[in-house]
């Protein structure tokens, strides 16, 4: 029997709605495959905030760093997003932890199910096909550079820096992450206007001198937005800055049709964390309401990040099999519609 620790932060809103479930899941996959997963609880974000003033407490961090593995539900509430003074933010608590555990690259593949293609805002011919990996870099550039106001307070700044070694680390994963599947690598960037950017592209083209076997080319971002609507189906592997990375992916991620339906990663260090794209949606939480599959497929991830490969196509497939029955939550319009509990069961029950 193998054993895991697996830290869990559910945060806000719905997400220990959908983290339950990606844990009922897990629970069923420990059983058929003899490991045990152990699950230790933690504030974080808006909650953590109530209990102690701080987004990440110091415990809450210290646990992150002990374990095997992280599973992340959701941060936010509007009482901060409506609230432009307001000094502490939940977001302020994922940020650091990105900071503190390594976590350099996020991870977001982006793909269509045949049977939900009515639910894409894209005509079916422009999302069938549609199978892509975002690789963003997620612990430098503008998100934390150098960034304030100028005495009068009517001038603010946000510096924009990059390093070689943030560049190299982030397009060697993605490289790696190309060659395992269609063997297409875009980098996307702004390097007609901005220096970081060229510095990514010069760094990006000597790393092609060693990964030849992957086909390389390159896009600017606003190019980019536009064919992720034009021909979606044309991108095998981006990777790109994190501001970049943050805006292209999140508007990938309609293509699906649900924001409920998408995983992440964020990896880098030894720990890695897993968690559901969409956000804590405060106005849905408690009503069982939530599409827990991005969480779930989430956990598949997290089991691919412990090597636990039959086990993570098992949950898959699961996810799969139980769509193309034509069930699920309210957002997937489906012919037998399921609460988020109801919804993980049937998901358990096809594993």
Known sequence: MSNFNIAVLDGDGIGPEVIAEAIKVLDVISKKFNHHFEYTYAP????AIDQTGDPLPEET???CKRSDALLFG?????RFDNDPSAKVRPEQGLLKLRKELGLFANLRPVAGYDELVDLSPLRPERIRGVDMLIVRELTGGIYFGEKGRKDDGNTAYDTCTYTRLEIERIVKM???EARARRGKLTLV???NVMESSRLWREITRELARENEDVELNFMFVDNAAMQLILNPAQFDVIVTSNMFGDIL???SSVLAGSLGLLPSSSVGSTVGMFEPIHGSWPEGAGQ????PVAAILSAGMMLDHLELREEANALRLAVNRTLAEGVGTEDLRPREQLGTRAFGDRIAAAV
């Open 174 to 176: 993605a490289f790696n």
């Open 249 to 251: 992916s999140d508007a």
């Open 74 to 78: 959701a941060i936010g509430h509007p």
């Open 44 to 47: 974080v974000g808006a909650v």
């Open 288 to 291: 069982d309401r939530a599409n």
């Open 61 to 63: 961090l210290a646990l």
């Open 189 to 191: 960037d702004k390097a």
